[in-house]
């Protein structure tokens, strides 16, 4: 069998190399042609992890193993369950939709801005897939470096300070999280996080644990109050930024929880849940009030984000099949939606310059098919039913019923918040009579931009009518997971 998982690493990662190599400005169509041929290669050799899957079993597959530093037991092991092949796949899947977004509009160093999305891939892919603590950690880390490029070289005017204040908030908890991960070397001789899972570790060490993991994993997702970095960083960030931003990096926190959290420290989690279910109610309800009043298309979907995200730990922390399901599949839909709303963002700052809704009104007038796409796309962030927006949020739901009937209540009713300040600002910016002679001149979306918000149109009505060929991977997973949380280690 072919090392899926390191080509899913290296691939994007060389083709990134490859593409730094064609640097100047007057070569930017080969760095273009030559970043998309390596950006449809990195979503290809991902492809057989999919369908090469076995499912209803919870092992490990497509394992690697290479001797890295024998002293200490670190070791270049790679490896997916049903929980992380699909972020994979996600992340790959956005890195294309990047490139492609990035197309037209940038326009000075190009081969250097497609280079940081191909070298970005690789690294979150290396996230998602290693199983050497170590491993995770430099991975983890070195994803933050394209990131803050991207955001620093090509942002907006306040650029250098929302990079910087991305990089510091995230920096801060990782440094936590090494703490940990060289406390657990300590106790078991080994940086393998499936022997951790089996690690004998007093209360009062989990929750040590858990509060380093905890604030290393809430700034990336971001949970409330660990939160401020992201509506800075949407807003400076250029397009294909924020896609990759919202769609990908996100998950990245959220995974931590899943894959350290809660099988690691289960007698922390359990103690701690209310703590973290009372954060994501927080985050879901105050944050889906500041998103009401925001004035800026981006500002407003970043908020909307972190209020998504609030429904995928409320989930984690149900410890049930449905409530963790239904956070996975969240996740992979806050991906594909929020991915959505960037770019139809995107679409109207190319033209106009402006992400103030003030500034729009009446933009079905002048871009109708674009107008049809962004009302889907709205709709599925309001969880529509028949959008990938339900499936997750209504799976989290029924799980939060079933443990607390008012849990479940309150989670339900909040939804409402979603509706709100989504389809008001899609009221203001498309429907109504044209506000000035900016939006009197749109143009509707190009064939590029069509294809490019019709490929997500197609990724949300599959997960939203059809999710059982993304729950099935993840069912023998998850349930292993369950029994791992319900094992008490003291």
């Not at 529509?384 to 849990?407: D, Q, R």
């Amino acid at each position: 069998m072919l090392p899926y998982l390191s080509l899913a690493i290296w691939v994007p990662i060389v083709a990134g190399l490859l593409v730094l190599a064609v640097n100047r400005d007057r070569d930017a169509p080969a760095a273009r042609w030559l970043a998309l041929v390596g950006a449809v290669a990195g979503f290809a050799v991902t492809i057989p992890l999919y369908t090469q899957f076995t499912l209803g079993t919870a092992e490990m597959q497509f394992v690697e193993t290479i001797e890295w530093i024998p002293r200490f037991s670190v070791n270049y092991l790679l490896g997916v369950d049903g929980i992380s092949v699909l972020f994979i796949l996600l992340n790959s899947f956005i890195t294309v939709l990047a490139v492609w977004a990035g197309w037209v509009v940038i326009q000075t160093r190009v081969a250097q801005y497609m280079a940081a999305f191909l070298i970005m891939s690789g690294l979150i892919n290396g996230v998602f897939a290693s199983l050497d603590a170590v491993l995770f950690y430099v991975f983890f880390e070195a994803q933050l470096i394209p990131m803050y490029l991207i955001i620093g070289v090509w942002g907006g005017p306040n650029r250098i300070y929302a990079a910087l204040k991305f990089f510091l908030y995230t920096f801060l908890g990782s440094v936590l999280m090494l703490v940990a991960l060289i406390y657990l070397y300590t106790v078991s001789g080994s940086f393998s996080i499936l022997e951790w899972y089996q690690l004998p570790l007093s209360l009062k060490t989990q929750e040590w644990l858990f509060a380093a993991f905890f604030i290393a994993f809430a700034v990336k997702v971001p949970m409330w109050p660990v939160h401020t970095w992201l509506p800075d960083a949407h807003v400076e960030a250029p397009t294909g930024g924020s896609v990759v931003l919202a769609a990908i990096t996100l998950k990245v926190g959220a995974y931590g929880f899943v894959r350290f959290i809660l099988p690691i420290l289960p007698d922390a989690s359990h103690y701690l849940a209310g703590f973290v279910i009372t954060l994501s109610l927080v985050a879901v309800v105050y944050i889906g009030f500041v998103a009401l009043v925001q004035p800026d298309m981006k500002k407003l979907i970043a908020y909307s984000s972190i209020s998504h995200m609030g429904f995928v730990t409320l989930g984690f922390f149900l410890f049930s099949q449905l409530g963790i399901e239904g956070g996975l599949v969240q996740m992979i839909s806050h991906g594909f939606v929020s991915a959505a709303l960037f770019l139809c963002v995107g679409v109207l700052y190319d033209r106009m310059h402006s992400r103030l809704i003030g500034d729009y009104g009446g933009v079905v007038n002048t871009m109708p098919k674009f107008a049809a796409f962004a009302m889907l796309f709205a709709m599925a962030n309001a969880a529509l039913p028949g959008t990938s927006g339900f499936v997750g949020e209504f799976l989290v739901i029924l799980a939060a019923v079933k443990a607390n009937f008012w849990l479940g209540f309150l989670a339900a009713t909040i939804m409402i918040l979603g509706a709100a300040y989504t389809l008001w600002m899609y009221k203001r910016v498309w429907f109504g009579d044209v506000a000035n002679a900016g939006v009197a001149a749109l143009k509707d979306v190009s064939k590029r931009e069509f294809w490019l918000l019709a490929t997500l149109v197609a990724a949300i009505l599959a997960l939203g009518i059809y999710p059982k060929p993304f729950t099935d991977v993840m069912h023998a997973s998850v349930a292993q997971l369950l029994t791992q949380v319900a094992q008490s280690k003291q």
